[in-house]
């Protein structure tokens, strides 16, 4: 994808609109962010093609892309097996097939025996010959370009060479003032318009995987500009939050508190890591300035019970807390938890834990949203519901979102927007093993970081197996074990229904064969994202409770489910699936006392082999069950992304 303008760099005053009037390729230019002379400069080819040089056919090997020039020696419109315009082109060493089944006159009349062209295309063979497939055409002798041709993301209507004029006429416009002061820059850097101009037009000699891979010096001078220009802008934004105000939640800590009342109905001790980051969360609670903190922690370190002595702390300060969670599953999970550890809490104060989600009935909803805004409800826990317009807070001080790498910008600001008045909620987010994105969010943006770094005591390490497609019946047998022995297993597909285009199994199928393999004394559910919330709701709760023997589910079980007898979990196609992705499932597994296991069950393909990047996935996975490490692995082999 072409790099995205920086947040420094775009702030320049509007360009001069390409041509007079709002033509058609405005509008197209307009449609890619293209206005200002700094778009243009900033829109970087996505890949580039070699037409600095002309080969000859005898020297060309299939496959290849090529530019060659020569006679043509013979040019028809034949209709077999459908309309399409067929030449020959001879350069002296050899012959190829040109052709065309989408072209016009003015083509068949470049083409015409005895003209002298030069084509560009990828050569293939075949049973008629050698052939380039619509090649692009010009005169012989036109002079070859001194540099590599850009090809740029485009639309419908804006073709390639007026894309490539307009971006040309911004850059050399474009008034590029560098924020990276010079002598900060290692001797011999390059200067940022000599870096852009690079990049729109690379020397031939370049070696293009440096441009591909952004290792290019050019690139590494972009990249130092941009990372300046987002610590910059994310000091800013600190500064400005440092402005507002947030409630100070100081309240007392006596024996009496819901905060000291919660920890002492646990059945268990916090951990060290717990204790801590409930700390860190007071001190940010106790300040007017608004909490801006990411609480990660590996799946399974007990980042819910940190929400809820948060939650406490804030009910404290007689003010409400909201938690939100990306699907009804998990929102469900934390609404279970929480009630049994806050409900009897809050009922001696008059207070109650509420439920919104999408799927209520307008009757119970209306209820719920009655509650929230009279202030009954001390605790708010749903889905994109809690942020709807008719939901009212009466004195919302905290908001608790999970799973924030799967909520947007707006979505987050508009719970935060639930506030009454001038100040805004302490805002504290929570991931399970922090994917790529999310580590480099935590790292560039303006939060504050607490990490559970040890595991619950009573939690079993879970043993990895990478097993081939062939042994199925293996893995069918080590079910047969686990429910003999009173455990449950989740077998994990990656699509719902049969898809033409990739050769998956799908869970329905899935379900079948399983419980016809495994007998009818074996009770086997389905459980996927397309099914109602009632009928999700009944299979995980047949699952708790043990009546369902066998869950077999689409990734909707990849966060926030917690059956402590499930000892096993089978992972179908593992080699589909993304690394943290597949941790997160894992983590499904191995929350009771009983020993578990996570197999992944791979299919090698036509060739045999499972690819590179997905060797490395799996590998890493059998390897290690610290999902930091997983998110470290995670990021060497995908990188970053786009943040």
């Known amino acids: 994808m072409p790099a995205k303008p920086s947040t420094a760099l775009s702030a320049e005053a509007p360009a001069r609109a390409p041509g007079s009037g709002e033509s058609q390729v405005q509008r197209a230019l307009k449609k890619l962010g293209l206005v200002r002379d700094i778009d243009f400069a900033l829109y970087l080819p996505m ?13 060309t090997r299939d496959g290849d892309t090529v530019q060659v020039e020569g006679v043509v020696t013979d040019c028809e419109v034949v209709f077999r097996p459908r309309r399409q315009l067929i030449a020959t082109l001879d350069d002296g060493s050899d012959t190829v097939q040109l052709r ?7 083509q068949q009349k470049q083409l015409a025996p005895g003209a002298k062209v030069r084509v560009r295309g990828e050569i293939k063979g075949g049973f008629v010959g050698r052939t380039i497939m619509h090649p692009t055409v010009k005169a012989a002798g036109t002079p070859l370009p001194l540099a590599l041709t850009p090809v740029y993301s485009t639309i419908a209507g804006l073709a390639q060479p007026v894309l490539r004029r307009a971006v040309q006429a911004g850059l050399a416009r474009a008034p590029l003032h560098a924020i990276v002061p010079s002598q900060m820059m290692p001797e011999g850097a390059w200067g940022l318009r000599e870096a852009l ?14 441009l591909e891979d952004h290792s290019h010096p050019a690139w590494q001078r972009l990249k130092a500009e941009e990372l300046l220009a987002q610590q910059l802008s994310q000091l800013q934004a600190r500064r400005e939050r440092a402005a507002q105000q947030a409630p100070a939640l100081r309240a007392a800590a006596d024996a009496g508190s819901l905060h000291a009342q919660l920890l002492g109905v646990l059945p268990f001790s916090p951990t060290g890591a717990q204790a801590r980051a409930d700390r860190e969360i007071a001190a940010d609670l106790a300040r007017t300035q608004p909490m801006h903190r990411l609480l990660q922690g590996d799946v399974g370190s007990g980042k819910t019970l940190v929400a809820a002595l948060a939650a406490a702390r804030c009910i404290d300060a007689d003010f409400q807390c909201a938690l939100m969670a990306p699907t009804e599953l998990l929102a469900s999970q934390h609404f279970g938890k929480l009630v049994g550890w806050l409900d009897p809490l809050l009922a001696a104060r008059g207070l109650r834990v509420a439920w919104l989600t999408g799927s209520q009935r307008k009757k119970e909803r209306d209820a719920m949203e009655a509650i929230v805004g009279s202030g009954e409800a001390a605790l708010v826990v749903g889905t994109h519901a809690v942020i ?16 924030q790498h799967r909520f947007g910008v707006a979505q987050r600001l508009a719970l935060r927007g639930k506030a009454e008045g001038e100040l805004e909620p302490h805002l504290l987010m929570m991931s399970a093993t922090p994917i790529p994105r999310t580590l480099a969010m935590s790292y560039y943006a303006d939060l504050d970081v607490s990490t559970l770094d040890e595991l619950p005591p009573g939690r079993t390490p879970v043993v990895t197996k990478l097993v081939a497609e062939h042994r199925r019946d293996e893995v069918i047998e080590r079910i047969r074990g686990q429910l003999e022995q009173g455990r449950q297993v989740y077998w994990v597909c990656p699509l719902i229904e049969e898809s033409e285009a990739v050769d998956l199994r799908n869970a329905t199928a899935t379900r079948d064969e399983l419980a016809e393999q495994l007998g009818d ?14 009928e999700k709701q009944a299979v995980m709760a047949d699952f708790t409770a043990g009546t369902l023997h066998v869950l077999v589910s689409t990734t909707v079980i990849e966060v926030g489910v917690d059956v402590p007898n499930a000892s096993l979990m089978v992972i179908e196609h593992a080699e589909r699936f993304g690394l943290s992705q597949l941790h997160q499932l894992r983590g499904r597994v191995g929350r009771g006392a009983a020993a578990s296991a996570c197999v992944l069950l791979y299919a090698t393909g ?14 890493a996975m059998v390897e290690t069950g610290d999902g930091f490490e997983i998110a470290r692995r995670d990021l060497e082999i995908r990188g970053p992304g786009e943040f």
């Open 47 to 59: 890949r580039y093609e070699d037409e600095t040089r002309v080969v000859r056919l005898v020297d």
């Open 521 to 534: 004394a074996v009770r086997v559910g389905l459980l996927h994202s397309r099914m109602p919330t009632a």
């Open 100 to 106: 065309f089944f989408n072209f016009y006159p003015s």
């Open 606 to 619: 036509d060739s045999g082999r499972v690819g590179e990047a997905a060797r490395a996935r799996l590998k």
């Open 388 to 403: 709807s317009e008719k939901v009212r807070f009466k004195r919302l001080a905290l908001a608790i979102v999970d799973e």
């Open 197 to 210: 101009s690079f990049l729109h037009y690379p020397a031939p000699d370049v070696a293009v995987a440096t």
